[in-house]
């Protein structure tokens, strides 16, 4: 699985849209680009996935550039609650597992 | 409340004990993980288990072990325990294993090592 590369901390005002980045350089043509979340020391919580296209989902959207080297998770109207560590992993099309790989992800905090 | 549950959610043991973490998948779910994440190493994968058989290894120490029953539960049997063991412990489900699923989180099972 390729590796990515995320910012270690980003700050937002709440209300304001939160632009996350994500570097893949060495992506290959059949993995996904993943993004998880991690509130304080809950669970990891699936946010949205993609391989091409731009994703949305009631929780954020999904941009990957064309040459799929890098994305951008986008949380249109940030609040409090989004304070957390997101991850964004990149996954190919296992036979075998499915597992994640997780990296030190991009902690952000959503301010008043 | 993901559908998938841990127990205990928190406990408290001493150097040298052995302890079992328990995880119910979601309904439907066949496959389940093991993560561990202490503050020095972030989210590390463990194990994970298909329809009762391993599926998949991660860095997982020899003092530690896991099944997964025939009615899909799993287990997560620490022994030997050293103060480096204190972590939160996850469990995930997903449907098939492997593909491109996506792994439901339980809400982790926090063990102190004292």
């Known amino acids: 699985d390729a590796k990515t590369t995320q910012p270690t901390s980003m700050d937002c005002a709440e209300g304001r849209a939160a632009n996350l980045p994500c570097n893949h350089s060495?992506?290959?043509?059949?993995?996904?680009v993943y993004w998880y979340r991690q509130i304080h020391s809950q669970g990891p919580q699936y946010i949205i996935h993609?391989?091409?296209n731009n994703e949305t989902n009631e929780m954020a959207s999904l941009i990957i550039t064309e040459d799929r080297k890098s994305s951008t998770l986008i949380l249109p109207h940030a609040t409090l609650r989004d304070t957390a560590v997101y991850y964004c992993?990149?996954?190919?099309?296992?036979?075998?597992?499915?597992?994640?790989?997780f990296g030190t992800g991009t902690r952000l905090q959503v301010f008043p | 409340d993901s559908g998938v549950t841990q127990t205990p959610k928190h406990l408290i043991t001493a150097t040298g004990q052995r302890v079992t973490l328990r995880c119910s998948p979601r309904s439907g779910d066949l496959s389940v993980y093991w993560y561990q994440q202490s503050l020095d190493q972030g989210l590390q994968f463990l194990i994970q288990?298909?329809?009762?058989?391993?599926?998949a290894k991660g860095n997982i120490l020899e003092r530690f072990s896991a099944q997964q029953f025939p009615d899909l539960h799993s287990e997560l049997n620490l022994s030997s325990l050293e103060l480096g063991d204190s972590a939160l412990y996850f469990c995930?489900?997903?449907?098939?294993?492997?593909?491109?699923?996506?792994?439901?989180f339980g809400a982790g099972s926090r063990l102190t090592v004292l």
């Open positions: 288990y298909y329809n009762g058989e391993e599926r």
């Open positions: 995930a489900s997903s449907v098939r294993g492997a593909g491109a699923n996506v792994l439901t």
């Open positions: 060495t992506i290959s043509g059949n993995e996904y």
């Open positions: 992993i990149v996954r190919g099309l296992s036979y075998n597992t499915d597992k994640l790989i």
């Open positions: 993609g391989l091409k």
